[in-house]
């Protein structure tokens, strides 16, 4: 009887494979039915002042560019902008020197300051930066956001709604320089964007994006500062669920801003991938097990491998539907066309990312290694 059950595990297996790909299939099918840019709220132009904190970490590929932007707003209000390094030989510095220059009219101010205030370097910047904040109405913003004219008009205007403590925004991928950034950006733009937009769309996520996060100072004070998230791998999250805590809402905005994908080797894809999969596993754990079938592809090139002739044919829906996805998401934010031809290779990366993310708790992050608690605390590698 054992060996029997043994000699049929392969083929029970592969048809849990193939119904697993098939609950993706259709769980991809919704995705494209609910994709679609956030509401736009009626336009206002708030006129308060506005400190915006940019943390830096080196010289990236279009900094410049992306510091510009944030520059180019249209803004009806004052409007300062603080940057800040954690090392006076960060390269960083020699691009805000540059801005500051071609941008005289700027209220530009440069912060370098190496005191550490917990195992998460970008929340150590930030507390620090935070000394040489003017105004009660923050905004923070990553160095890797691309940002439109209207970005602080739109979310300044949004955090004045009654009963909203913080503003943040969901991202799509901008491919940088190679192909490892244009997979990365593709991850972003066909597994991330639809997957957060279909929990929004089902009230099934909370979320809190560090892409951009707007918030009072006071009311920052008043859940404990940035300093309370100092160790925290997911601080954005870990922000957003304490405003929740006040009794105030997190408001997703009508913006949807860019994230630059940087990736110049498979190592560094792998490192930003994993890190970000772990960093969703231990934020919801039984959901990221259960996000299984939201790789489809994957699922049915394992039955066909093991032998299940149903596996060709669940296959190439799973492309086809993960094709006009892509697609959906690139009509609804007017984004380039990726490459088609790569949407096999990347789910069977991210099905690998996946699988990997289950176990081990080893997250790279700008370069440096770290051990994150079941918590999400980051521990500094010995």
């Known amino acids: 009887m ?17 119904l697993a790909a098939i609950a993706g299939i259709a769980l991809l099918s919704l995705n494209i039915a609910l994709v679609r840019r956030p509401r736009a709220w009626p336009k206002s132009s708030p006129t308060e002042p506005v400190t915006v904190l940019v943390p830096l970490c080196g010289d990236e590929e279009g900094l410049y560019a992306r510091l510009a932007a944030l520059c180019r707003q249209t803004y009806a209000g004052p409007a300062q902008f603080v940057f800040g390094v954690g090392s006076p030989s960060d390269p960083a510095i020699a691009v805000v020197n540059q801005f500051a220059r071609d941008f005289p009219m700027a209220h530009a101010d440069l912060v370098v300051d190496s005191r550490s205030h917990g195992s998460n ?27 439109g004219p209207g970005h602080l008009a739109r979310i ?3 955090l004045r709604r009654p009963g909203t403590g913080a503003v943040t925004c969901l991202y799509y991928g901008v491919a940088g320089r190679g192909r490892w950034a244009a997979l990365s950006a593709m991850s972003i733009n066909v597994h991330f964007l639809p997957d957060a937009l279909l929990g929004l769309g089902l009230r099934m996520a909370k979320p809190c994006f560090g892409a951009t996060i707007a918030i009072s100072r006071r009311l920052l004070d008043s859940i404990g500062g940035l300093s309370a998230f100092g160790s925290c791998l997911h601080d954005d999250y870990a922000l957003g669920a304490a405003v929740r805590a006040t009794g105030r809402r997190v408001v997703i905005s009508s913006l949807v801003v860019g994230h630059v994908c ?8 792998l490192d930003s991938q994993l890190r970000r999969a772990r960093t969703i596993r231990m934020i919801n754990p ?4 259960g996000s299984l079938v939201t790789h489809p592809s994957a699922l049915a090139l394992l039955a066909i491998l093991l032998g299940d002739p149903q596996g060709l044919p669940i296959l190439a829906a799973a492309f086809v539907v993960r094709t006009v996805e892509c697609g959906s998401i690139e009509r609804a934010f007017a984004l380039p066309r990726h490459n088609y031809l790569n949407l096999l290779a990347r789910d069977v990366l991210a099905f690998g990312v996946y699988l990997t993310a289950l176990f081990g708790g080893e997250v ?7 051990r994150a608690s ?7 590698n010995p």
């Open 2 to 18: 054992i060996p029997r059950l043994v000699e049929d595990l392969p083929t029970w297996f592969a048809q849990g494979c193939a």
């Open 121 to 147: 370097r970008k929340v150590s910047n930030l507390v620090n930066m935070l000394e040489r904040a003017q105004h009660d109405t923050l905004v923070f913003v990553d160095s890797d956001i691309l940002v």
């Open 156 to 158: 300044v205007s949004e």
């Open 262 to 269: 940087l990736e110049r080797s498979s190592r560094e894809l």
């Open 286 to 289: 039984i959901g990221y097990v």
């Open 364 to 370: 790279v992050w700008r370069g440096s290694r770290y």
């Open 374 to 380: 079941r918590r999400g605390t980051l521990l500094a």
